[in-house]
Structures are given as structure tokens and as C-alpha cells.
């Protein structure tokens, strides 16, 4: 399940002028006064129905659910196809434009508020009603994500995130240090606390001098402590820093969702970005130039990173690389005493454009139930919205001998998630600030540059 951390296909001009158009496509319900849709009569639904996903690793447990889905129903058929994720996104936005997007598509929460300004997304409300479907039945929160400003719904939760932190076995043994020592981490943004000491000690020059003693070359590093996961996170850093600058009582926004000021010019935020400068600044981290554009889980593959953290989506690729024995851990304990993780969940939606309905919201119906998401679960890819589903997922990867209880999903335990930035205006605002985070993470801009960059953010709310 890549994530927002990736680059996003480019936004298409042409969305707005042709959403009367696409909806008027739609077939199966008549607007309402308010603007919504009456219920679509999913009862006789028949005919295929086209399914997109960018995750490969996920597409044989999914196909698993629509050979389940045409069991049960023999009169629809599910065609599933997987692009990579630049690739589905610029293929979803130009579909929109041509007439070809999708049926049914896996949204993002950084997609959908535009997809719905622009009249793209099917709202659910009273098919779900009708057909005595329950959104009350996921893991918390994470059905009011899908509820836009307008009240309706615009997809059905299908799974969830959170972060940890994967090291490496073999260079911790090296470095003298107990996996249990990696459980208990502490951080800050004044030093780092015992984290930054754990990234140093594990940080190996080419001459075998480690970050924290005397003679370390931080211009010809062999190992570093922390790896980097593709860049510097931009506006959101959900895998690079957000499980840091959760621990100080920052928030993104001032409301989420939906919220219309960012808080990109807090000391809170501003200090923990200038901490990790200080990190590539030491050599402990690798810059952001040497990992744009690069997979960070095949550089930890390379046995070039000791720890990286990076989200559950990564659990198999991280555990799948010969050669390495790789180990979990929970991300620090920061300044409120707490950990911290972003919790990104996805949901699956219905294009206004689709030429059958029925048969689309039919399947967003099984693929939010309990029937498809136990099927995911015991795949043991990602977590499931559905808690029985999350259940078995967790003992899927335990059968594998992978420990997901203590590091990704202590975060839902304990309630140490915060929700992915949900506003409008979001490639907007990853314009404005993807340059902005870089040039602090590359030296080329002092960390409280960000408040010039926060205020054209907010400027966008304005009008």
C-alpha cells in the first residue's frame, strides 16, 4: 500500500468543466434537490465491473474477494487491474477526463476532497441505508474520514495504517546492542534523547568507526543508523517525521478533518524538522538528494541502514529481502510521554462516470464487509478496517514470526494515532510545501523559512 509519500500524478485541469457532464453519465439515480443521489437499487445489479488498486502485493487476496463476490452474485463479474502508483493516479485523473477511469476504485485521503469538489465520487449514503449496510462496524475513526464536507459519504473503509521502525538483526548484534534496548527509545527535538544516541552508535563509517565515537569520518559513511524513506515527507512526512512531531502536541491542522488553517510555523513542527537536518548534518542519516526517488526498504535490503521507519503497508517487502533478518520495533517515546503514529486509512469509491452503478456499489459494499476483509486479514498484507479482519491479520504475521502487536498496532491499543491531514486544497498545498521541507532538509534554508511557507498555505483558505 504505497502511500502519500510517493509523488502524485499531476492534477488535470479539466476536472471541474466536465464533472455536470460525468454525472449526468451516471444512469442509475436521478439528483435529489439537495444534490445527492436517491438510492441506487443494487438488487438486480448485473455485469462487470471494473476495480483498481496500486498495490500488487494485495491483488491475489483481492481477487480472492471478487471470485467470492461473483459466487454470491453470478450475474456480476469483478475485473481487477493493478498499476504502480504514479501510473494509477495520472491513469485515475485522465479517466475521469476521457471516460475511462474506473468503476470502483482504492481512494486516498489526500485525493478524495478534491474528487468530490470536482463531482467525481459517487455518494453512498442512501444505498447504504437501503441496503441495511453499517459503517459503524470499522475501527475507530477511521469511517469518518470518508464523510466529506457536505455530510455524505464517499467510500467505504477497506484498511489502515501505522508506523514502526524496522532494523536490521545483524548490525544491532554488531553494534553490542540488546533488541530489547530498541523497544523503550526516547526522543526529542532539543537532542534527540536516547534515540539519537541509539542512531549514532549504530551509524558505521567505512574504516568500521561508529557515529558516537572518536575519529568517525561522516563523509564516508558504510552504514547509517537511520535510514530515510524517500525524501523529506513534505507537508505530511507520514514515514520520515510525523512520528516525532506527533509526540509534541503539534497537530497539522487546527481541526482534522476538514480543518482550514495549518500549523506549519509552530516551534513544535519547525524544531523536529532542524532535528532531522541535524541528523543528515552528522552524518547519521543519508541526504535527501541520495534517497529522492530511491526504494528506501531495498537500500535497508542492501544492508546500508540499520533502522528505518517506515509504514505496515512495507511489513512483507521489509521481512522478504535475502540475507536480511529483520526486526520491529515501536517508534520513540516523545516529549508528552508518549509514542506516536499517523493513522491513514483507505477507502474504496464509485466514479460518477461509471456505466453500472449498481453493480459497482454492490461491490464496495462486499469489499467494506466483514465476508472480503477476514480474506485480507488472513492474506497477513496489510490491516483491515473491520476488527475481525485486523485480528487476523495480526495472527497471519505472527504465524510468518513477525511481532505487529508491540509495534504497529500499539498504536491503536494505546490511542497514540493522530489522523492523515484531511483539507482542502492538498496538491496545493504539497506544492507549496515539498520545496519548502526540502530546502530545510538540504541545508539550503533555515528551519524558520517554514512560516513563510505555512502563511501562502493558508492564504489559500482565504478566498
Sequence with gaps: MSRITRKAG????????????????????????????DAIDTSTASGEVSYWLWDNNQKPAYQQCADAFHTANPDITVK????????????????????????????????????????????????????????????????????????????LPKDFDTVAIFYNKKLVADAGVAE??????????????????????????????????????????????????????????????????????????????WGTHYNYDKPEFQSTIAWMRSLIEKGYAPTIEAVTGQSSG??????????????????????????IETGLAPTPVGPSGKRSSMYNGLADSVWTGSKNKAAAVKWVEFLGSAACQDIIGKSGVVFPA????????????????????SSFLVHVKEGTTFLFPITDHASQ????MQPAVDAVMTGKAPADSLTAANDQVNQLFAS
Excluded at 120 to 133: C, E, F, H, I, R
Excluded at 135 to 142: F, I, N, S
Excluded at 304 to 319: C, D, E, L, P, R
Excluded at 386 to 391: A, C, E, N, V, Y
Design 180 to 257: 530489547a534496548d530498541l523497544q523503550n527509545l526516547t526522543w526529542n527535538p532539543t537532542d534527540g534523547g536516547t534515540y539519537e544516541k541509539m542512531i549514532a552508535h549504530l551509524t558505521v563509517d567505512a574504516n568500521g568507526k561508529r557515529g558516537d565515537e572518536a575519529g568517525f569520518d561522516k563523509t564516508k559513511v558504510k552504514v547509517y543508523g537511520l535510514g530515510l524513506d524517500g525524501g523529506s515527507g513534505g507537508g505530511n512526512g507520514q514515514t520520515q517525521w510525523s512520528m516525532y512531531s506527533g509526540t509534541t502536541g503539534w497537530t497539522v491542522t487546527d481541526k482534522n478533518p
Design 429 to 432: 498545498i504539497t506544492n507549496i
Design 80 to 155: 481487477i487491474t493493478q498499476y504502480a502508483w504514479d501510473d494509477y493516479w495520472s491513469g485515475v485523473s485522465n479517466g475521469f477526463v476521457a471516460g475511462t477511469a474506473p468503476d470502483v476504485f482504492t481512494n486516498h485521503l489526500s485525493k478524495y476532497p478534491e474528487f468530490v469538489t470536482q463531482g467525481q465520487l459517487v455518494p453512498l449514503d442512501d444505498t447504504l441505508a437501503k441496503d441495511g449496510v453499517k459503517t459503524d462496524v470499522y475501527q475507530k475513526g477511521l469511517a469518518d474520514l470518508w464523510v466529506g464536507q457536505d455530510g455524505k459519504r464517499y467510500g
Design 298 to 323: 531495498d537500500i535497508f535490503g542492501a544492508g546500508k541502514y540499520a533502522m528505518i521507519t517506515n509504514g505496515s503497508w512495507m511489513i512483507n517487502q521489509m521481512f522478504g529481502y535475502k540475507g
Design 10 to 37: 499531476a492534477a488535470v485541469a479539466a476536472f471541474a468543466a466536465l464533472a455536470l457532464t460525468l454525472t449526468a453519465c451516471s444512469g442509475e439515480s436521478a439528483p435529489n434537490a439537495d444534490g445527492g443521489a
Design 386 to 405: 473491520i476488527p475481525s479482519g485486523t485480528d487476523l491479520a495480526g495472527a497471519a504475521f505472527k504465524a510468518k514470526g513477525i511481532d505487529v502487536e
